[in-house]
């Protein structure tokens, strides 16, 4: 298994300012991924960041407005450009690790996200 | 299509009674793996259990169990003896073997566990 951790936790932003989320896991991992979870509903594959490339976005999702970093293998960012009301939501950094249930996603705690 | 469906937005279950929640799927890939995940309040993604599409029998883990019916495609989590702590959202995800370690989610299922 993996300890996957998350900072913020939560914060509460003002509309048109950026905030980048940290996510640290406690082993060296090829895949991170970075998932959105609007009020209620099921998760949203933003992008998938390798080391050492550039992310991978899902449809829906861009660079310019969550640009990603993958410095090394324990570590990545997501940053939240020029924020409005419709991007508050859950932000969930995971990995994949192989176990015994083949390739696991491992999730950290998440970052609520409100922006005003 | 819809990758993986969960068609109970919300089911509630006596304490220590038992409980299933159903998911199915779709996928015609023939290597695919299926999880359940637990979502308390505080937002974090628990791991629950993991059915692989070849393994013959059903996955157990402790008080959880996965009813798994290849031909019908659904993989249901089934809760024995439910506890006031098992209140919370249940995703089901699938994994195909052929779009490596992207993960599909269900849209969710939320617990409660009434005293």
């Known amino acids: 298994s993996a300890v996957i951790s998350q900072k913020p936790s939560r914060d509460i932003c003002q509309r048109g300012t950026s905030l980048t989320i940290q996510c640290q896991v406690d082993s060296q991992v090829t895949m991170m991924f970075w998932y959105r979870q609007q009020p209620g509903q099921s998760l949203t594959l933003i992008a998938t960041a390798n080391q050492g490339s550039e992310a991978t976005y899902e449809s829906g999702f861009v660079i310019d407005k969550f640009p990603i970093s993958r410095p090394n293998l324990t570590f990545s960012t997501l940053t939240v450009s020029n924020m409005s009301p419709e991007d508050s939501s859950i932000y969930l950094c995971?990995?994949?690790?192989?176990?015994?249930?083949?390739?696991?996603?491992?999730f950290g705690p998440g970052t609520r996200l409100t922006v005003l | 299509a819809q990758k993986i469906t969960q068609t109970q937005p919300g089911m509630f279950v006596q304490e220590k009674e038992a409980v299933t929640l159903d998911c199915t799927y779709d996928t015609s890939d023939p290597s695919y793996g299926l999880f359940w995940y637990k979502q308390p309040s505080s937002g974090e993604m628990i791991f629950l259990i993991y059915q692989g599409s070849y393994d013959q029998q059903n996955a157990t883990e402790g008080r959880y169990s996965l009813n798994f019916q290849k031909a019908r495609k659904s993989a249901n989590l089934v809760i024995s003896a439910s506890q006031l702590g098992d209140s919370a959202m249940y995703f089901c995800?699938?994994?195909?073997?052929?779009?490596?370690?992207?993960?599909?989610f269900g849209t969710g299922t939320s617990l409660t566990v009434i005293p």
């Open positions: 995800a699938m994994r195909e073997e052929n779009t490596g370690n992207q993960f599909y």
């Open positions: 995971s990995a994949s690790i192989t176990g015994l249930a083949g390739n696991e996603q491992f």
